[in-house]
């Protein structure tokens, strides 16, 4: 069984549609996390949960909408998709809250192509 | 703001030769994790340092943590193409929303 998994793996869409990313973790962790990696590689955090609630909001545009229903569950939804928002989006899970230095289970990623 | 640059940003070795990876933060961390990109793959996570001066070995990996907890550094000794992949350093600054921030990530190319 996948440990974090997303859905869909690509996403191929014209700028100005609104899409939707999911995530699920099935390893029982209270924290997860939206990344988003650019063409360079650059790893940055977007958001972080700890029991649905948010602990991490950094500067995105408030196109970026993250939802917990669950713990284990977060889902990323962009609308009015822009030419800057391709990337791969990671979504990653830890056991405990951030200040417990918890390693970091990252899903396989979901690429993002706006046209 | 908080920064944790990373160089090389790229390396190409020859299979059986040794490799660094070096992590330095603009401000000091409470800890540092390493991770591992596999080519269109995910990061793993490798290892964590908490302690000043924190050596730690996993059979060909040495990492090590600066005594002023502001830098890391990663060795690899004897590279084989398996440790083809992007290495993050990732550090948890002592004060804030205690986010990781992850360096800018050194690629690491063996050939054989």
């Known amino acids: 069984d996948t440990a974090v998994s997303q859905t869909p793996k690509y996403l191929v869409t014209q700028m100005g549609n609104d899409k939707s990313i999911k995530c699920e973790q099935n390893l029982g962790h209270d924290t997860m996390y939206w990344y988003k990696q650019d063409s360079k590689k650059f790893l940055k955090i977007m958001f972080s949960y700890n029991n649905k609630e948010l602990i991490i909001n950094e500067t995105v545009p408030n196109r970026f909408s993250p939802k917990s229903p669950d713990k284990a569950h977060l889902n990323l939804h962009i609308n009015s998709l822009e030419l800057g928002d391709s990337a791969v989006y990671f979504c990653?899970?830890?056991?405990?809250?951030?200040?417990?230095?918890?390693?970091?289970?990252f899903g396989p990623g979901t690429r993002l192509t706006v046209t | 703001g908080q920064q944790v640059m990373q160089i090389p940003q790229y390396q190409h070795v020859q299979e059986g030769e040794d490799f660094t990876t070096y992590c330095n933060s603009s401000?000091?961390?409470?800890?540092i994790q390493w991770y591992k990109q596999r080519p269109g793959g995910h990061p793993v996570f490798l290892i964590q340092?908490?302690?000043?001066?924190e050596v730690k070995k996993q059979k060909r990996l040495t990492f090590q943590f600066g005594e002023a907890k502001k830098n890391s550094s990663l060795h690899i000794t004897a590279t084989q193409t398996t440790d083809v992949g992007t290495y993050f350093c990732?550090?948890?600054?002592?004060?804030?929303?205690?986010?990781?921030?992850f360096g800018t990530g050194t690629r690491l190319k063996v050939l054989a």
């Open positions: 340092l908490v302690k000043s001066g």
């Open positions: 990732a550090g948890q600054p002592t004060s804030g929303t205690y986010k990781y921030i």
């Open positions: 990653a899970s830890s056991q405990r809250i951030l200040t417990a230095r918890d390693e970091q289970y």
């Open positions: 401000t000091t961390l409470s800890n």
